[in-house]
């Protein structure tokens, strides 16, 4: 499936309000209501929407700090980066884990109420994960941009 205008004009503004209307995101876009329904459920049929969630304030939940970690293995053999994946995935302070290109394997994204806490993290769970020969951390002092909605191409765009 390509996007086309309607489409990209339903997913910013779905981006924005995932818990719009259906009749207020069809005056939105200038659609039908069947019409706007009709490509919502093409969209999340294709993946393009791929779930809808509610985004909670960080430092509300008690989560304020955001560490960086860098981690290297002691080899990237395909069974020890599963091992890695699968064990990581189980600890609920990893926000994001990405495979990556140079010196470290993986870079994760963590959320932590303080430094006691990153402390608690880092010798309770991330030394532990399997294969792991290095970890190296990064405290956010603060946010300046985190963005949840992503910028979609003005042209036509196929399927991922």
Known sequence: ??????????????????????????????????????????????????????????????????????????????????????AVEAIPEVMECYLMTGEFDYLLRVVVANMADFERLHNEALTRLPGVARVNSSVAIRTVQKKTQLPLPTEAVGGP
């Open 1 to 86: 499936m390509a996007l086309d205008r309607y489409d990209r004009l339903i997913l910013d503004v779905l981006q924005t309000d995932g818990r719009i209307s259906n009749v207020q995101l069809a005056a939105a876009v200038n659609l039908s209501e069947s019409a706007c329904l009709r490509r919502v459920r093409a969209l999340e049929e294709d993946g393009y929407i791929d779930r809808y969630a509610a985004l909670l304030n960080q430092g509300k939940a008690g989560l304020s700090g955001n560490v960086f970690v860098h981690i290297g293995l002691h080899r990237e053999e395909q069974s020890e980066l599963a091992a890695f994946e699968a």
